[in-house]
């Protein structure tokens, strides 16, 4: 089935162009928006729409897709969690962090659970290194993390 | 010298510390207005006065790099401010765009008229949802009051502040790949020349500077160029003014203080940072973000025979104070001012071990001896730490790390290869252990 937007999506991204001098640069804040409304993902249809609402060639698109780490080519748990791993939060035992989060949820970091709930993975410095350990969950941040905190969070997102 | 200041940070903290009421209530916007009152070249003299070193970490002086825009040109300026905050350690912009959002805007508006522009793109890493929401709720409410737009204060220089936001990529707040970047393509570094000041953001004449380096700038209108700079200790070496000096890792009170340039490692990590974790001795400290080489807390420095240098010639270089030129002859570089702190519980190998993970990770693969170099060394410090390393090898990490500085693009190059071959030549005999022992010897961790 062909990406669309729905009408109020569509305006923000006439918003999104406004902002720019030529429809290239509307290309990665169209595609968060698009991926936001795609359950997480940029499929080929994603691109087909980004592409041709932009004026752009699909292999621009998916050349854009796949430099960053942020765009999904894959679609991903409803939930995504990210673990820093880099080293102010490694000197704050984001090392056992992971591994709690792994053992608890039984998977390994780069996978989902099989019930489609958490897809765990690390992240590089999310510029938060005075407050590690640090996860980032979908869109905020959870900071100087402890076990107990992390189970707390991981419970609810496994029970949403 | 520790001399707190609350220039930028005033309001950290503070319950609805980042509205446009509490911000004006401090004085908010008059340097704003002031400088849209002023000529393009007042504007750039005064900055040049408050010798402001680029707060991203190369340390250019913001009034020199404003200078450098074409006085005449038919294409659109642009002012783009660098929110990517992507080195390991550094967290002291993502406070400014939280906590004080209303000081990048109002610089922006003084950056704007500096620099001959009419938009600025503030380009946040995506990561960062709230800052990027507290800078789009500044923006609404400075434009609401008219201080953006087409004539802010009622003066005919319309200035226009958008958010734009990245997608996950370290590189990109390398200033030519944020370009690229803001441009919709992939964040790859471009080759200078041209620089941005002549061909930058679609082509346009641009200045690319960073978040804090902006932020600053109401501040230097409010006090004068001059005055602003003499706060700083290291004034006579034109480094000018106070800064957020951050500290992370093993220190009891990590976080981001407001500072007089001037202040010490010593200070920053004993006093501010309130000394060392769980009352561990310093093993060792990286000055401004992961991309400076490494110091052992025991070093000495030995500065060029230069009179200004004089006070701190052979002193420990935890009491040298954090300057860009001070840390450059002594042979370091200042960076971010974001130190990460190491304590003896850490092995300096797993330290070296973690950073090229990031470093192999966010090559952008463009040059041969980055993209494959950063792999190389990855590999070998893999069979360092699984005990299955030669000292060969050891001695390869140099000779790899060396071919790499200088032959890059970009400074990731080099950024990457500092942190490689300080660890290495500073901690060989914890390496050599590795290699001797088959890793079995070593009873440190990297979490304390
Ligand atoms: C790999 C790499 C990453 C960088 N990351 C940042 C960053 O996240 N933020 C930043 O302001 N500058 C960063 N810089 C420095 C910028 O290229 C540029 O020098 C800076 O934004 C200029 O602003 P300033 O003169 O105000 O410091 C980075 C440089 C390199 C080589
Ligand atoms: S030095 Fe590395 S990051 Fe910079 S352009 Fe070359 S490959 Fe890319
Ligand atoms: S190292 Fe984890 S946020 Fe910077």
Redesign the pocket.
């Known amino acids: 089935m062909p990406f669309a937007l729905s009408d109020e999506l569509e305006r923000e991204l006439e918003r999104i162009r406004a902002r720019y001098p030529n429809a290239m640069a509307a290309c990665i804040p169209t595609l968060h928006l698009c991926q936001d409304a795609n359950h997480g993902w940029v499929s080929d249809e994603v691109i087909q729409f980004v592409a041709t609402r932009l004026g752009l060639s699909p292999a621009h698109v998916k050349g854009v897709v796949t430099f960053y780490s942020l765009f999904n080519e894959e679609r991903p748990g409803k939930h995504q969690v990210w673990v820093c791993r880099t080293l102010s939060c490694a000197l704050r035992g984001s090392g056992s962090l992971l591994e709690h989060c792994e053992k608890k949820l039984g998977i390994r970091s780069g996978e989902t659970t099989k019930d489609g709930k958490i897809t765990l993975r690390t992240a590089e410095c999310l510029a938060s290194c005075g407050s590690g350990p640090v996860m980032q969950v979908d869109k905020t941040y959870h900071e100087g993390l402890t076990p107990a905190r992390v189970d707390e969070i991981l419970d609810r997102l496994l029970a949403d | 010298m520790i001399k707190r200041t609350e220039y930028l940070s005033k309001n950290y903290g503070k319950p609805e510390g980042w509205s446009l009421a509490t911000y004006e209530a401090g004085g908010g916007y008059k340097s704003a207005k002031k400088a849209l009152g002023m000529s393009r070249e007042a504007v750039v003299e005064e900055m040049k006065k408050a010798h402001i070193r680029g707060r991203g970490g190369a340390g250019f002086d913001a009034g020199t790099k404003w200078s450098f825009m074409p006085k005449e040109s038919k294409k659109p300026h642009y002012l783009v401010v660098n929110a990517d905050e992507g080195e390991p350690g550094t967290f002291k912009d993502r406070t400014i765009m939280e906590q004080n959002p209303h000081a990048l805007v109002e610089g922006c508006v003084i950056g704007c008229r500096g620099i001959g522009a009419n938009a600025a793109y503030i380009f946040v890493r995506d990561e960062l949802h709230l800052a990027k929401a507290r800078l789009w709720g500044a923006i609404e409410e400075a434009r609401a009051k008219g201080y953006l737009g087409a004539r802010p204060f009622g003066v005919d220089y319309p200035v226009e502040v958008y958010v734009h936001t990245g997608a996950g990529a370290y590189?990109c707040g390398?200033e030519t790949a944020l370009l690229n970047s803001l441009e919709g393509r992939r964040g790859?570094?471009r080759l200078k020349p041209p620089f941005p000041a002549q061909v930058g953001a679609f082509g346009c004449p641009t200045t690319v500077n960073n978040v804090e380096t902006i932020a600053i700038a109401p501040t230097v209108f409010e006090l004068g160029g001059d005055a602003f700079s003499q706060l700083s200790e290291l004034h006579p070496l034109n480094d000018g003014g106070v800064r957020l000096f951050g500290v992370s890792g093993h220190v009891e009170r990590p976080g981001i203080y407001e500072c007089a340039v001037g202040l010490t490692l010593r200070e920053l990590i004993y006093e501010l940072g309130g000394g060392i974790l769980g009352g561990r001795e310093l093993l060792a400290v990286i000055p401004g973000g992961s991309s400076c080489p490494v110091h052992r807390a025991d070093e000495i420095v030995s500065l060029p025979k230069d009179d200004r240098f004089a006070p701190w010639q052979g002193k420990s270089l935890l009491d040298l104070p954090l300057g860009v030129d001070t840390f450059r002859s002594a042979g370091s570089m200042l960076g971010t001012c974001c130190a990460i702190v190491l304590s003896d519980a850490v092995d300096p190998v797993l330290a070296t071990h973690n950073l090229i993970k990031f470093y192999k990770h966010e090559?952008?693969?463009?040059?041969t001896p980055?993209?494959e170099g950063c792999g190389w060394i990855e590999r070998i410090l893999d069979k360092v730490v699984h005990g299955t390393a030669t000292l060969d090898e050891l001695d390869q990490i140099t000779e790899i790390a060396s071919n790499i500085t200088g032959n890059?693009?970009?400074a990731?190059?080099d950024g990457a290869a500092q942190p490689m071959l300080s660890f290495v030549s500073k901690f060989r005999p914890a390496f050599e252990d590795y290699v001797r022992t088959g890793g079995k010897s070593q009873t440190r961790t990297l979490e304390a």
Do not use: A, N, V
Not at chain 2, 363 to 367: D, H, L, M, V, Y
């Open positions: 590189i390398e790859e570094p090559s952008c693969g463009q040059c980055c993209r890059t693009i970009c990731f190059g």
